[in-house]
């Protein structure tokens, strides 16, 4: 998320936007956003109807090392201007590599080669 709050500037040069999505309620959200001083918002969907459509939730969730399953894993999605997921990482956020695909993007948007 810091790493986001960093580059939203270079995202907005590429006509993107961040949106962070959370199963926590909005005032927990709202108090983790001030905690790192975040510059976008948080979205609470404690009903995992995103994180079910972008695969970021599971039914039948991996489990981590301590036997708690693991619900909701932290994913990375671009959805581009028509509405079509063309991005999608598991893990902690690569920014230099969806800062890469955002301009690869945006050139086909504008029809550069």
């Given amino acids: 998320?810091?790493?986001?709050?960093?580059?939203?500037?270079?995202?907005?040069?590429?006509?993107?936007r961040v949106v962070g999505v959370s199963m926590d309620d909005p005032i927990t959200n709202k108090h983790f956003a001030?905690?790192?001083d975040l510059h976008f918002p948080l979205l609470s969907n404690p009903l995992p109807w995103m994180g079910l459509r972008y695969g970021a939730y599971s039914h039948k969730p991996p489990f981590l090392p301590d036997g708690s399953p693991m619900w909701f894993g932290r994913r990375t999605v671009i959805i581009d201007k028509n509405g079509i997921v063309r991005y999608i990482k598991d893990g902690s956020p690569d920014v230099k590599e969806i800062l890469s695909f955002l301009l690869t993007l945006e050139k086909e948007f504008r029809g550069i080669k």
């Fill in 1 to 16: 998320m810091e790493a986001h709050n960093r580059e939203l500037y270079l995202y907005e040069r590429l006509n993107a």
């Fill in 34 to 36: 001030e905690s790192l």
